[in-house]
């Protein structure tokens, strides 16, 4: 059982995030406050963009450190995992990369190496809020210094003397390609997260979590096992209950009403 986001094995994508965030970081610090004019306007907009970085990456650790492990309610709706063994919270859902069941289960993030579930699910959101501050001030600080490069793109210019006493080694068309590369891969991120938001403000609304919307979404229209395996084995495959059997092979959680017993007696299903 997966305790949390720190536990072995590691997600290759959990550790791409760590060092794209570095490197996103580093970026700006080395391609944008040498060169930013006046200097002290680079100067003080880098020393903002900390704040929104230190908020993402303590929200990021805190959502990683969580264990949304879901607990047996003896006094409330409760379902039997049959492949934990145990009763739990009627809302909760067994995944199959953590080896858990997690209490109200959104869905299993990989960048994080965690389930989302009702303990960590508003840090969650504070994450995505604090990334989506953080993305769209770095997109700010680009577009400044792309506007600098624009109305004086020369190489005798004021940026271009600038650029050249930064020691960067970079000419202006060289160092316009790469903070248009950035910028493209910057904007790609941005769409991304303000899409995942949006989907949780509407899930927010109508009471779902992310793993019952497109359960019930796509359960009616339910796919073939052929094109399900090619198409959404990954979703599939942390999924309580799955849309087609081809992509789980372990039975589904069953709903019971209120135990009439304690958490140290719940009863083992007959073999």
Not at 49 to 55: D, H
Not at 125 to 153: E, K, N, R, W, Y
Not at 251 to 264: D, I, L, W
């Amino acid at each position: 059982m997966r305790r949390n986001g720190f536990s072995w094995p590691l997600d290759p994508l959990q550790v791409a995030s760590w060092l794209l965030f570095v490197g996103i970081i580093a970026s700006l610090y080395i391609l944008y406050t040498p060169v930013a004019t006046p200097r002290a306007v680079g100067i003080t907009f880098s020393v903002f963009y900390a704040l929104p970085a230190l908020a993402t990456g303590m929200t990021a650790f805190h959502v990683q450190l969580i264990d949304p492990v879901a607990e047996t309610d003896p006094q409330g709706e409760q379902r039997f995992c049959n492949i934990c063994e145990r009763w739990v919270k009627h809302r909760s859902r067994h995944c199959s990369s953590c080896r858990k069941c997690v209490e109200r289960y959104d869905h299993h993030c990989p960048w994080v190496n965690n389930c989302i579930g009702v303990a960590n699910y508003r840090v969650f959101i504070g994450m995505m809020c604090s990334l989506l501050t953080f993305v769209t001030l770095h997109l700010a600080l680009l577009l400044h210094v792309g506007i600098q490069l624009l109305i004086d793109p020369s190489y005798d210019g004021a940026f271009g003397r600038q650029l050249a006493a930064s020691g960067l080694g970079l000419n202006v068309t060289g160092y316009g390609i790469i903070i248009a590369m950035l910028a493209a891969v910057l904007a790609l991120v941005w769409q991304q997260i303000c899409w995942l938001l949006s989907l949780h403000y509407m899930l927010h609304l109508k009471g779902y979590t992310t793993d019952e919307y497109f359960a019930q979404v796509w359960r009616k229209n339910e796919p073939q096992p052929w094109p399900c395996l090619l198409l959404c084995r990954r979703l599939c495959h942390n999924i309580t209950e799955p849309l087609c059997r081809a992509c789980h092979p372990h039975p589904p959680s069953r709903k019971v009403g209120a135990a009439p017993y304690s958490a140290e007696q719940v009863p083992r299903p007959a073999e």
